[in-house]
């Protein structure tokens, strides 16, 4: 079975929330990385997801010291992140 690692960057303005930290996030840009696997037995190419992660700390601004801390990786669920974005570019 083929997989593919598909690495991004998803900023946010505001402080956020999602359900698997225990508190609030400060605004900045994160890295997301999700995983897919090739679905077979299909004429054509098809993916399906199988883990969205989120990085934090938040990652430097050019010019800025890198953030002290650990980095920790957090499975988010898709929808709440395209739901928290939403939000704060409504805000």
Not at 25 to 41: C, F, I, S
């Amino acid at each position: 079975m083929a997989f593919r690692t598909t690495e991004t960057a998803v900023t946010f303005r505001h402080p956020f929330r999602l359900s698997v930290f225990d508190g609030t996030q400060p605004a900045g840009t994160y890295r997301l990385v999700v995983d897919e696997e090739r679905l077979e037995g299909l004429s054509f190419s098809a993916f399906q997801r199988t883990a969205t992660m989120l990085h934090t700390p938040a990652l430097p601004v050019a010019g800025a010291a890198a953030p002290r801390g650990i980095e920790q990786v957090f499975p988010v669920d898709p929808a709440e992140l395209a739901q928290a974005l939403e939000a704060d570019a409504g805000i």
